[in-house]
């Protein structure tokens, strides 16, 4: 890769390094779980997990082998963009809400009153929203859900484009951008679900190391960017705080104590001597969510392949399909029902990792190939965002940040109708300026 010698090695492989570290983590985590997961098939098990870490590992490299910078001759109206994007997007605060609440319609002060109670009783506003069994207003024959979802990766690009050109921003971007940022994770917050503020978790970062690829030195942290650092640490701390908060609330006094898996926590695993008292549920409720995944990997790999289309990764697409072939033609053949069906494992109530997800469609083996690619257009992307600042890689990074790092628990960006539109249509118009990049003016 001739034109990337101005980069350093450690800062072309920092992203794949740091991520496949995460990964490593994740299956120690499960390893040493106080769930003490089992698995039947332990060799094809880890064969697998080690086979998706490598062809990531190889993905990205290769792709940083294969990377070129192209010629800057096209205008792209940045600031036209993102003034149309916030538009669209102060339009549709109040909407989003209601399609979060899965209502129809609220007042302000209903609004309001989730909000709190999200706030202060997030398992009890987790619980409302899940009881709602209203679905009409949410329908793509809505005109109001259609124009959202194809408007979706309009809105999308203003999130972290804004955060990227800050300085140039009048000062009515800023305020409208800062309403918008507030107001989606308190979209998210008044059905008392973590994702929201842990869009941002993950976004800041992302878009500081972007801003300045020196963050890579913790060293330069310390002495450089120390205020930065509070308030990456002071965001993570608040969304863990949350998550343990509601994960808490939701199991009550039977936080240590899983029904749909019969798994009672060990208190006294070996991982517990090291995590302080005070911490002990919250690791817990974190361990779960990164480990529960890989519990129903080892289910499914016991079981026959069926194809699902092509259509089985995505649950819009599965939607989209039952309504040519039948209903649950698609959603019955997938790993996750007949894990539910075999093992009393939930399908929509417990993680399944993106390898499962995917392998739907595409068989266990044949997911090394998904993850290579991943890992081959990742590269291309953090590498057209440092050396050429282009928009839409800049816009794709956190995508593919969240994508891997949801890995062991969902496939969070490429299984959800919102998030697989916005990272699709961003793919193909990246793609599409890779050939002649554009000019951000």
């Known amino acids: 890769m001739d034109n990337s010698l101005m980069l350093s090695s450690k800062l072309i492989y920092f992203p794949r390094n740091i991520l496949l570290s995460y990964l490593v983590l994740t299956i120690f985590m499960f390893i040493v779980s106080p769930w003490e997961w089992e698995v039947q098939s332990v060799i094809v098990f880890y064969f697998y997990n080690i086979l998706y870490l490598i062809s990531f590992f190889l993905g990205y490299k290769y ?7 192209f ?14 994007s916030l538009i669209v997007s102060i339009f549709f605060i109040y909407p ?21 109670l999200g706030i202060f009783s997030p398992s009890i506003a987790y619980a409302a929203k899940h009881q709602s069994e209203y679905e009409g207003f949410l329908t793509l024959s809505n005109p109001l859900v259609l124009f959202y979802f194809v408007t979706l990766p309009l809105q999308y690009i203003v999130i972290p484009l804004a955060i990227y050109h800050w300085k140039a921003l009048k000062l009515w971007q800023k305020i409208s951008y800062l309403v918008i940022a507030v107001t989606n994770v308190l979209s998210f917050i008044a059905i008392g679900t973590n994702k929201g503020v842990f869009d941002y978790v993950i976004l800041l970062p992302v878009m500081a190391l972007i801003l300045d690829p020196r963050l890579i030195s913790f060293k330069y942290f310390l002495l450089k960017r120390i205020k930065l650092l509070f308030v990456l640490s002071l965001v993570l701390s608040l969304g863990i705080f949350y998550f343990s908060v509601g994960n808490q609330g939701r199991k009550k006094n039977d936080f240590g104590y899983d029904y749909s898996v019969g798994k009672i926590v060990n208190r006294d695993a070996t991982i517990m001597v090291f995590i302080p008292e005070i911490f002990e549920n919250t690791y817990i409720a974190l361990d779960s969510y990164l480990t529960q995944g890989y519990y129903a990997m080892g289910l499914a790999i016991d079981l026959d392949f ?7 990764h995505n649950n819009f697409f599965i939607s989209l399909g039952e309504k040519v072939f039948g209903k649950n033609s698609i959603w019955s053949n997938t790993y996750q029902v007949r894990v539910e069906n075999i093992y009393e494992y939930s399908s929509t109530g417990k993680w399944h990792t993106a390898y499962v997800w995917l ?8 997911v090394s190939f998904i993850i290579f690619l991943i890992g081959y257009f990742f590269s291309h992307v953090w590498l057209d965002s440092l050396l050429c600042q282009n928009v839409f890689a800049i816009v794709l990074l956190p995508l593919f940040f969240t994508m ?11 299984g959800f109708q919102g998030s697989s539109i916005t990272f699709w249509v961003l793919f193909i118009f990246w793609y599409s300026s890779r050939k002649k990049m554009f000019v951000l003016v």
């Open 63 to 69: 792709g940083v082998s294969k990377y070129k910078i």
């Open 71 to 84: 010629d800057v001759n096209k205008i792209f109206y940045l600031k036209k963009v993102i003034s149309i």
């Open 359 to 366: 392998a739907n469609d595409f068989t266990f083996f044949g």
């Open 306 to 312: 069926v194809w699902t289309y092509g259509l089985g």
């Open 96 to 116: 989003k809400f209601l399609f979060n609440l899965k209502v129809s319609n609220a007042s302000i002060g209903e609004i309001f009153d989730s909000i709190l």
């Open 404 to 414: 891997i790092l949801y890995f062991p628990a969902n496939n969070q960006v490429l």
